[in-house]
């Protein structure tokens, strides 16, 4: 039995340089965006609402795009932007996808509802400049966001819905209740109601849904066991499923493979099928 839910979710003291992750990513991501906006393929802080934080960029391959592949962010709700993450485009736009990747309002400015329905925004803006399929990837609480976008009450419409082939969260978080009992819940304001609301693990997924559950091994049980919560429980409602424990991988590299066209997770983002029995 979990003890001390603040330690369950701690990823920080649990990594080694942990300290340096954060400026590694925002370097790689700045020279990602100079290459790309050197070679005309790159639109920065396209605006999708009114906010200040609702803008998203987006990334072209060469050529026509097979089709519009979304990156959402993590950080809790209440951390980081868009430009930490550029690099992690990389593997997607090499196979051929236009990638996007919003910013959004960071808690407690904004509920983690309101974030949802912000992220959905965001998609529909990206799907309006980028014809085709689209796949939805998210870390940590951006997976919550992306698997938000997959419920049968998420703020997609209809028309994006039919679109939306694939999903991937990445170390994601898919019930919310738990964060009640951390201290973050002062600036997640998290109460009882939206947090089962919230919760893509106590929605339904959209029908003919793939569902791709990502975690490094090495992770927090926490994140283990919500990655496994979701894949297991999505399963019984008609979702195709694959779940992964990615060998040696904690939370903070466990998005470095995104960059990588090769990858297995690129594969199983943008590739072929994701689904297993």
Request: charged share 20%; with cysteine; proline share 7%.
């Amino acid at each position: 039995m979990i003890q001390d839910w603040d330690d369950a979710y701690a990823n920080s003291p649990r990594i080694p340089g942990a300290a340096d992750y954060p400026p590694k990513w925002a370097r790689d991501a700045a020279g990602f965006r100079q290459a790309m906006t050197g070679s005309d393929r790159a639109e920065l802080d396209i605006p999708y609402g009114a906010g200040p934080r609702d803008r998203l960029d987006l990334f072209r391959p060469v050529g026509a795009a097979k089709g519009l592949a979304v990156f959402v962010h993590g950080g809790y709700w209440m951390a980081f932007d868009k430009s930490s993450w550029s690099h992690l485009a990389a593997g997607a736009v090499a196979r051929g996808w236009a990638v996007a990747m919003p910013s959004y309002t960071l808690c407690p400015e904004a509920r983690i509802s309101e974030i949802t329905r912000q992220v959905g925004k965001a998609v529909a803006a990206a799907a309006d400049r980028i014809a085709g399929p689209i796949r939805l990837a998210g870390h940590s609480a951006g997976g919550h966001l992306v698997t938000r976008m997959a419920c049968t009450d998420g703020p997609m419409p209809e028309p994006l819905r039919a679109r939306l082939a694939r999903v991937a969260s990445i170390s994601g978080l898919h019930d919310l209740r738990p964060l009640m009992r951390t201290r973050m819940n002062a600036t997640l304001r998290l109460d009882a109601a939206e947090a089962e609301a919230e919760s893509a693990a106590l929605r339904e997924p959209l029908p003919g849904l793939d569902l791709l559950c990502w975690v490094g091994a090495d992770e927090r049980p926490e994140f283990r066991r919500q990655n496994a919560l979701l894949a297991n429980i999505w399963a019984g409602l008609g979702a195709r499923r694959a779940a992964v424990a990615a060998a040696g991988r904690h939370h903070f590299d466990v998005i470095a493979d995104l960059s990588d066209p090769d990858s297995p997770l690129v594969e199983a983002w943008v590739g072929g099928s994701a689904a297993s029995a």
